[in-house]
T-cell receptor, first 115, second 111 residues
Framework: EAEVAQSPRYKITEKSQAVAFWCDPI?????LYWYRQILGQGPELLVQ????????DSQLPKDRFSAERLKGVDSTLKIQPAELGDSAMYLC?????????????FGSGTRLTVV | KNEVEQSPQNLTAQEGEFITINCSYS?????LHWLQQHPGGGIVSLFM???GKKKHGRLIATINIQEKHSSLHITASHPRDSAVYIC?????????????FGTGTLLAVQP
């Protein structure tokens, strides 16, 4: 069964350092999402891509977060500099297209701990 | 008031019991997702449904679009079913399509 691949699974970084996460969606999935889930809370959308274009990054803290999907396939989410409050699970998901009737497939997530 | 509400928030059951988790939503949708998340783990999509009922193994999901209500049932529950179950509805606006997540139901099935 096709999967959304994410790496690394776990990351510990010091405050003020840079950190990057990678996501490879299911082949052919045009829509890619990055969600952040703080412990005990539901996920919140950080950024949505349609192919290589950002269609929603309204909740992305742009002073320190950046996301790209240069060739419309895999994607990288970067944080620089990391802050203690960035400790969370970062989830990537993909869907065939944008629309309420398209299913999501989630990756296993990257658990970030900032110390 | 949350746009997507689940009940109960916490549920403890004995192995073998029939379990029901409920989800009510106020945003207009055409589909709803049921998701499973084990502690510290990623999210697994269980169902996406827009009408009626779907079944997969011991899991059954139903939805009533008119009443804006969905239920997830687990038959013959097992300790490995212990996880957080989340319902989520897509909020679709033009090119954007983000999920609005419920508060989650923490299920513990005891042997």
């Amino acid at each position: 069964e096709a999967e959304v691949a994410q790496s690394p699974r776990y990351k510990i970084t010091e405050k003020s350092q840079a950190v990057a996460f990678w996501c490879d969606p299911i082949s052919g999935h045009a829509t890619l999402y990055w969600y952040r889930q703080i412990l005990g809370q539901g996920p919140e959308l950080l950024v949505q891509f349609q192919d290589e274009s950002v269609v929603d990054d309204s909740q992305l803290p742009k002073d320190r977060f950046s996301a790209e999907r240069l060739k419309g396939v895999d994607s990288t989410l970067k944080i620089q500099p990391a802050e203690l409050g960035d400790s969370a699970m970062y989830l990537c998901a993909s869907s065939l297209a944008t629309g309420a009737n398209y299913g999501y497939t989630f990756g296993s997530g990257t658990r970030l701990t900032v110390v | 008031k949350n746009e997507v509400e689940q009940s109960p928030q916490n549920l403890t059951a004995q192995e073998g019991e029939f379990i029901t988790i409920n989800c009510s939503y106020s945003v207009g949708i055409s589909a709803l997702h049921w998701l499973q998340q084990h502690p510290g783990g990623g999210i697994v999509s269980l169902f996406m449904l827009s009408s009626g009922k779907k079944k997969h193994g011991r899991l059954i999901a139903t939805i009533n679009i008119q009443e804006k209500h969905s239920s997830l049932h687990i038959t013959a529950s097992h300790p490995r079913d212990s996880a957080v179950y989340i319902c989520a509805v897509p909020l679709y606006g033009g090119a954007t399509n983000k999920l609005i997540f419920g508060t989650g139901t923490l299920l513990a099935v005891q042997p």
